[in-house]
């Protein structure tokens, strides 16, 4: 069965540092998504993307975050400089070709800024 | 806000109990959605109930949507302790249909 990967699957990384959590969504969607969860806590969305571009971006996206799509599979979220509440579980969603709603997600990226 | 907002926050029952979660939400949907989340891992579409439906059945599963007073609820019969999980609901944003957005979930335990 197709599946949304992620990687790393944990990521350690000093405050300032540039960082990139890539995803690979399912290879016939269309629509993009990152969100985060900090630990315990809700499911916030961060940005959507369609056809190469951004299409929603929460306030949480700001200046310090990018998506990019770069070969057609892959899909990443760069944080350009991290800060501590930085720190949380990234989830990498995808949804279908002939939309019926579902999103898809990957096992996600903990990132762990110090 | 525009996400759904569950109820009750966290919810223990034992094995063989039926588990019923509700979800509110403010906006007009035309699609209400259920995710599960083992701890730690992604989320996995249950179900989804579209605007025009008042009830959906997938296995053990029963959800309700009431458009009426914006509110949705997930019935999980004859409960397993391997239901134990996070359970979510989403809703699309009212003008970008694509967009989902989470509230922050019930905690179901199920004791053996």
């Known amino acids: 069965e197709p599946e949304v990967t992620q990687t790393p699957s944990h990521q350690v990384t000093q405050m300032g540092q540039e960082v990139i959590l890539r995803c690979v969504p399912i290879s016939n969607h269309l629509y993009f998504y990152w969100y985060r969860q900090i630990l315990g806590q809700k499911v916030e969305f961060l940005v959507s993307?369609?056809?190469?571009?951004?299409?929603?971006k929460s306030e949480i996206f700001d200046d310090q975050f990018s998506v990019e799509r770069p070969d057609g599979s892959n899909f990443t979220l760069k944080i350009r400089s991290t800060k501590l509440e930085d720190s949380a579980m990234y989830f990498c969603?995808?949804?279908?070709?002939?939309?019926?709603?579902?999103?898809?997600f990957g096992e996600g990226s903990r990132l762990t800024v110090l | 806000s525009q996400q759904g907002e569950e109820d009750p926050q966290a919810l223990s029952i034992q094995e063989g109990e039926n588990a019923t979660m509700n979800c509110s939400y403010k906006t007009s949907i035309n699609n209400l959605q259920w995710y599960r989340q083992n701890s730690g891992r992604g989320l996995v579409h249950l179900i989804l109930i579209r605007s025009n439906e008042r009830e959906k059945h997938s296995g053990r599963l029963r959800v309700t949507l009431d458009t009426s007073k914006k509110s949705s609820s997930l019935l999980i019969t004859a409960s397993r302790a391997a239901d134990t999980a996070s359970y979510f609901c989403a809703t699309p944003l009212e003008y970008n249909n694509n967009d989902m957005r989470f509230g922050a979930g019930t905690r179901l335990t199920v004791k053996p």
């Open positions: 969603a995808s949804s279908g070709v002939n939309w019926a709603g579902e999103l898809f």
């Open positions: 993307f369609y056809n190469n571009e951004i299409s929603e």
